[in-house]
């Protein structure tokens, strides 16, 4: 059973747009979420996270936005660029530090 | 400096050998986990050790044997190697009780093929 659920297998936006994944968990004890950036052939690398006490965070392009009630979660990418191409991995853990639970990705394709 | 490093890259085997893969973090973490992506490309968490001692252990055969020589290593050695077992198999490390942000540092990944 999926704790971690990312329904969209891919996006394609064209450069400049917003590009706007999105994912959904079922496990209320989830605390903090983080959002993971894979090229192929590498491993995933840490985009940006949020903690459950917060409903956005911002980091350059990329804002978080999560929405507890609704048990889900947003990543924005404004401006997208081409080298932002790549699959996007949601992730939650019930505390910082202990084992992450992954959703099944979106593959992201900016357009130039 | 790789801070996660997995040797080795790629392995080819045939069914019923026994393989090892090897990781090792130079980030000064107490946490290891190994992660396995399925052809379906999800990300599955199998072992988690902290400090050398085994915390997390979810459903996996018991052909598939993790060891932490020490907190910057954490080696997976695989019996009786099946054709199912073919995936990509992730090492990742992290700080135990470390703010959010700190996420995961990931290898690059082991691509096993059993033939």
């Known amino acids: 059973d999926q704790q971690v659920k990312q329904n969209s297998p891919s996006l394609s936006v064209q450069e400049g747009r917003i590009s706007i994944l999105n994912c959904d968990y079922t496990?209320?004890?989830?605390?903090?979420f983080l959002w993971y950036k894979k090229y192929p052939a590498e491993g995933p690398t840490f985009l940006i996270s949020?903690?459950?006490?917060?409903d956005k965070n911002e980091d350059g392009r990329f804002t978080v936005f999560l929405n507890k009630s609704a048990k889900h979660l947003s990543l924005h990418i404004v401006p997208s660029q081409p080298g932002d191409s790549a699959v996007y991995f949601c992730?939650?853990?019930?505390?910082?530090?202990?084992?992450?639970?992954f959703g099944k990705g979106t593959t992201l394709s900016v357009s130039s | 400096d790789t801070a996660v490093s997995q040797t080795p890259k790629y392995l080819v085997t045939q069914m019923g050998n026994d393989k090892s893969i090897k990781c090792e973090q130079n980030?000064?973490?107490?946490?290891m986990y190994w992660y396995k992506q399925d052809s379906k490309k999800f990300l599955k968490i199998m072992f988690s050790?902290?400090?050398?001692?085994?915390?997390i252990n979810e459903t996996v055969p018991n052909r598939f044997s993790p060891k932490s020589p020490d907190k910057a290593h954490l080696n997976l050695h695989i019996n009786s190697l099946e054709l199912g077992d073919s995936a990509v198999y992730f090492c990742?490390?992290?700080?135990?009780?470390?703010?959010?942000?700190?996420?995961?540092?990931f290898g690059s990944g082991t691509r096993l093929t059993v033939v």
């Open positions: 990742a490390s992290s700080q135990s009780g470390g703010r959010a942000n700190y996420g995961y540092t």
């Open positions: 496990n209320s004890m989830f605390d903090y």
């Open positions: 949020i903690s459950s006490i917060k």
């Open positions: 992730a939650a853990s019930v505390q910082a530090g202990t084992a992450l639970i």
């Open positions: 980030l000064g973490h107490d946490t």
């Open positions: 050790y902290n400090n050398k001692e085994l915390i």
